[in-house]
């Protein structure tokens, strides 16, 4: 599958600006990592890009839609990466894809409701203020703060580096995403 398959297969799902941002944002954010780490930067994207992309259009079957969608196109792993994108669904994490766009989820969203809140936007927000927020649990109070600390354990990766790691991908894309 190619992002611009992808994309199309996104809108036709999704329609909401917050919602198609936010894939936007775990989308940079994977392909990023994918980079840093040698993984396949495109399947990585796409992963992000989709993990939610029949959320809207059918709240009460997600993401067992997409994941159809992607077994029938082939893509069994970004498949199941989508399927086990959070962890009360019982979907075991084999592959570091997997890890990651847990990892990467809640804590991108979490990160952008941060900006959002400040005059400065993501401009000048340090991981700090981010764990500080996490421990308000008024806060984006939907944002499962157990998903957050679980994905970050998977990956692996320490949670204030992971933290400016995203800060710094959603930096450099600023100005498209508008925060």
């Not at 409701?113 to 927020?133: D, F, H, M, Y």
């Not at 649990?137 to 580096?161: C, I, M, P, S, W």
Request: with cysteine.
């Amino acid at each position: 599958m190619t992002r611009d398959e992808a994309r199309a297969l996104l809108t036709s799902m999704t329609q909401s600006a917050s919602l198609l941002r936010h894939m936007r944002t775990v989308e940079l954010v994977m392909e990023a990592y994918a980079l840093q780490l040698g993984e396949p930067a495109d399947r990585w994207a796409i992963a992000g890009l989709l993990h939610d992309a029949d959320y809207e259009a059918h709240p009460d079957r997600h993401p067992h839609v997409i994941v159809g969608k992607l077994r029938d196109a082939g893509e069994e792993e970004i498949a199941h990466a989508v399927s086990a994108h959070y962890t009360k669904w019982g979907v075991p994490y084999e592959s570091r894809l997997d890890k990651a766009l847990l990892a990467c989820d809640e804590l991108t969203g979490f990160i952008v409701a941060c900006a959002q809140v400040r005059p400065e936007g993501i401009a000048t927000l340090e991981a700090k203020s981010v764990i500080k927020k996490l421990k308000d649990k008024g806060f984006a109070a939907k944002v499962d703060r157990e998903e957050v600390y679980k994905g970050v354990e998977l990956f692996g990766v320490d949670l204030t580096a992971h933290i400016a790691f995203i800060i710094e991908v959603l930096k450099q894309n600023k100005e498209e995403l508008g925060i």
